[in-house]
């Protein structure tokens, strides 16, 4: 061991030593970049220093100045020298600097009083997407922050030396070495890591995962989304969802979601901050959301930062790319159902990008030909994305972005035929039904950084969602009526139009803002307006009747009494993310909201809690409150989402609901490549809608208040999350074990007694893997069990006596929800095969949907048929007895389906 004195004879034999082992440098990144195991216990500094030697073959250099606060303790398997010199010396005032063979210990400088500010924006290096949630580390200080969703960043730090790291998934980390003495922009660049693409990490960013602060978040990286395994290979952005713990789909293969005990329309799901109100194609098969055209998606379950509001169950935040400001580049894709189509690049170089991102069925133009002359059908599907991206200058950023969906559905019969029967007569008929609904959505955002603490982003939107249904009937008759005596010429016709619509849009300001005065203290607040048109149903229809020219009724109905409630909703927010030492955080916020509607305003103040206590950098544990308050039901009598269901706000008797979210859980990330967390929650929810015994509503909002009791609702449960985030196999194992159920106390609904939750699932088992074979070849497997939900099936009749005497066999529900449904399993599986071209990458895709065709139900109900007994009666005669049979049916409706996908990305 070689201890110094720092005297000059000494430092000059210093520096001739080292000029004398450059050559060894080759050796020394040999040896640098060596992988060992090293553990030590309660070590001084010279034992730490001599085994560390001898399990090396370095050799240390220090001066007596160089002390420890706290003995070193390590247990690490295959890391190199500087891993094992970070974690000894993370919380201590000593640096190190390896040179040839030696390892130079020197004593950190002490930090001057004064502090700055480093703060800019991080991108791609290739394209200058910014990139949302990198991660910023300052070596000397210990601490660190993250870009927040526009790629913004500011750290406060003492003067003096100063280390930055900046990491991102799939991306070269960057180190930025400088002396801090003012204020400082630093905008980096990071460049893609090829090396990198296997990795799949679901808690990249500092909001999610074992670094945060709050708990039940999870960011879903879209290279993961687009591997998962789907329906006829479209990757589905809400059914990789699906597969986190806590998650359910509700009917299985359909992109709803049921997050905790929550229902579908307790989901807020935003685009780009804007809320979408439907989210789904096909009736629930797809959702809207093209992975092409998305470039983070983070799902909140547990504790939700105060800046979110207006839902009860999860926020699922997306965000859409920008575009390349550099370069043109895009992929096309197709497959047995839609084609794809993504471009960006610039549109002024380094200045202003567009992206732009298509999809579209074409089902219907290769089943045309084929459908019978006098019937035809009609479906299909799109989506369209635009964004263009303009940077005024590095304060100053806008983006403008457009979003137009819509489901078509038409049915076309004519029909004619001639009649004799009291003379020659031609019947026509035609009958015709177009369905539509979709979303519209545009809206413009302005980034502007006020100074290098303060952060502001401002958000103007128009957002549509409308449902519409045409139906017309028309009937002619035209020919001649024949009798003994006459014949006269006949002509009739008959006509029938109707037209039902219901819908909701908004207009809405927000303005957000970020502000940084210290490294321990991250403030987000803002306010929010929105201006709610509520349009539940507007029907319009029209009877005309003509004969021989002469028209005998001609009559228009119009039913507009339900349309045009206005809500008008406000909001302020503000939290701040601050540590305690070293090891204790804080997420600390309140989120106030009005909602004014029909004379009545409804105002909460909902406050959010959320901590960490940081054992080790390998364990944690965190605790949250969270109150959420929601002021718009969704009416639907589907277990599935239809266009049909209809949005309705609060009225002046029925009340906002209310939830109330305890929560706890423990993270541990010491085991090497992996991840483990365990959650555990307790939900109490209040005002839940629920309807009464015998109602229902299909498209039709009538009266609705008369049909529905608010009551409470609790979720609890257990979620188990272990996950495998590098190598080339990678994915993980979710585990959910939860209840949930409702009471309404009035005994309006179930005699006032507990009944569980219709999606309430014991079980929830998910398993998600992802293996690269090499550049050529990678594969993709989920499987999914769950337990059953519930049902309201008749399991008895019995006799009521009528009024004549005559019993009346009637059916006998014990209790709502009273069945318990059969298990669900199935496994998916995809295989990709990709190949270099001269421009470009081409990746077939093969993928097979519920592989072992599990015949999981989609639908149960009940069906009665009659069944013949014959017997002898006393007098020797056959009779028939019939008897009354129930049975169960259960459908299918998704047996195992395979796809091919090509795509071409250049």
């Not at 500087?82 to 201590?92: G, V």
Request: proline share 3%; net charge neutral.
């Amino acid at each position: 061991m070689n201890h110094f004195m720092y005297n000059p004879f000494f430092r000059i034999s210093l520096i001739l030593l080292l000029w004398m082992t450059l050559g060894n440098n080759s050796l020394d990144a040999q040896n640098k970049e060596e992988r060992i195991n090293f553990s030590i216990q309660n070590a001084s500094l010279d034992t730490f220093v001599k085994q560390l030697e001898d399990s090396t073959g370095f050799s240390f250099i220090y001066g007596e100045k160089i002390q420890l606060k706290k003995p070193v303790t390590l247990n690490m398997s295959r890391r190199t020298v500087s891993e094992i010199l970070r974690k000894a010396f993370e919380n201590e005032a000593v640096t190190f600097e390896i040179s040839g063979k030696y390892i130079l210990l020197h004593e950190q400088e002490k930090p001057a009083n004064h502090k700055y500010t480093i703060s800019g924006y991080v991108t791609d290096g290739i394209s200058s997407e910014t990139l949302i949630g990198t991660n910023i580390f300052e070596r000397y200080q210990g601490t660190g922050t993250s870009t927040n969703p526009f790629g913004f960043y500011s750290i406060t730090l003492p003067a003096g030396n100063t280390e930055l790291s900046f990491s991102y998934l799939g991306y070269e980390q960057q180190t930025c070495r400088f002396r801090l003495e003012k204020d400082t922009l630093l905008n980096i660049r990071l460049m893609t890591n090829n090396q990198l693409e296997e990795v799949i990490v679901l808690s990249e960013k500092r909001e999610a995962g074992i670094h945060s602060t709050g708990m039940g978040a999870i960011d879903i990286p879209m290279k993961q989304i687009r591997n998962t395994p789907a329906i006829l290979g479209e990757a589905d952005l809400l059914k990789t969802i699906q597969l986190m713990p806590g998650v359910q789909a509700g009917v299985e293969g359909f992109s709803g979601l049921y997050v905790r005990g929550g229902g579908p329309d307790q989901n807020l799901i935003l685009l780009d901050g804007i809320p979408i109100y439907n989210a789904d194609h096909l009736l629930g098969v797809f959702s809207i959301f093209t992975p092409e055209a998305m470039k983070k998606v983070t799902l909140f379950k547990g504790s939700f930062p105060a800046r979110y509001g207006g839902r009860l169950s999860s926020i699922v935040d997306i965000r859409t790319n920008d575009g390349d400001m550099l370069n043109y580049h895009g992929t096309v894709s197709i497959g047995l159902l839609t084609s794809k189509l993504h471009l960006e690049g610039p549109i002024i170089k380094d200045k202003t990008s567009f992206c732009l991102t298509g999809r579209r069925t074409y089902l219907d133009l290769i089943a045309r030909p084929f459908l019978l002359d006098d019937k035809k059908y009609n479906y299909y599907f799109y989506d369209i994305n635009a964004k263009v991206n303009h940077k005024f200058s590095d304060r100053s950023r806008l983006f403008l972005s457009f979003y137009k969906g819509k489901d078509h559905y038409d049915y076309k019969q004519d029909k004619e035929y001639d009649d004799y029967n009291g003379g020659p007569r031609m019947h026509f008929y035609n009958s015709e039904i177009n369905f539509n609904w979709g979303n519209t959505i545009a809206a413009g955002r302005w980034n502007y950084v006020f100074n290098n603490k303060l952060f502001s982003n401002t958000t103007v939107a128009y957002n549509h969602y409308q449902m519409s249904m045409a139906d017309s009937y028309k009937r002619e008759v035209t020919g001649t009526n024949e009798n003994e005596e006459t014949k006269t010429d006949h002509n009739e016709s008959y006509v029938y139009n109707s037209d039902y619509r219901s819908g909701i849009h908004d207009i809405s300001f927000q303005t957000d803002f970020d502000y940084t005065p210290t490294p321990d203290h991250h403030i987000k607040f803002g306010g929010a307006y929105l201006y709610h048109t509520f349009r539940p149903e507007v029907t319009t229809s029209r009877v005309k009747e003509a004969e021989n020219g002469s028209t005998a009724q001609d009559t228009v109905y119009n039913d507009s009494s339900n349309s045009n409630l206005h809500g008008y909703e406000c909001s302020l927010y503000a939290e701040d993310n601050f540590n305690i030492g070293n090891k204790l955080s804080f997420n600390a916020g309140v989120h106030f909201s009005l909602f004014y509607t029909q004379g009545k305003g409804y105002l909460s103040a909902q406050p959010r809690l959320s901590t960490r206590y940081r054992f080790s950098n390998d364990f944690a544990t965190k605790g949250s409150f969270t109150q959420m308050e929601q002021y718009v039901h969704l009416l639907s009598s589907s277990p599935i989402s239809l266009p049909t269901d209809l949005w309705v706000p609060v009225t002046k008797h029925i009340r906002p609901m209310r939830s109330f979210q305890y929560a706890i859980g423990g993270y541990y990330t010491g085991v090497k490549d992996w991840e483990f967390s365990l959650e555990g929650y307790y939900k109490d929810m209040h005002n839940v809608l629920e309807y009464q015994d015998g109602a229902s509503f299909f498209g039709t909002s009538g009266g609705w208040q008369e049909k529905v009791e608010m009551g409470r609702g609790r979720s609890f449960g257990l979620e188990i999350l272990a996950q495998k985030t590098v190598g080339k196999t990678t994915g993980w194992l979710a585990y959910t074990i939860a209840k949930s159920d409702r009471r309404f106390k009035d005994g309006s609904i179930n005699n006032g007694e507990r009944f569980p939750y219709k999606y309430d699932r014991r079980h929830n088992i998910n398993i998600c893997l992802n293996h690269r074979f090499n550049e050529r070849i990678d594969m993709g497997a989920t499987w999914i069990f769950n337990t059953g939900g519930t049902a309201t099936i008749a399991d008895q009749r019995t006799g009521v006596l009528s009024s004549i005497g005559n019993p009346i066999m009637i059916d006998y529900i014990a209790h709502r929800n009273n069945f318990r449904l059969p298990v669900s399993h199935r496994l998916n599986l995809s295989v990709n095969f990709h190949k270099k071209l001269r421009r470009g990458t081409q990746t077939w895709s093969i993928s097979v949907y519920n592989a072992y065709n599990a015949m999981t139900p989609n639908l149960v109900y009940k069906e009665e048929e009659f069944i013949g007994q014959d017997y002898t009666d006393e007098h020797g005669t056959i009779q028939t007895k019939w008897i009354r049979n129930t049975k169960l049916i259960k459908q299918t409706l998704l047996p195992c389906i395979p796809a091919v996908t090509y795509t071409f990305k250049f």
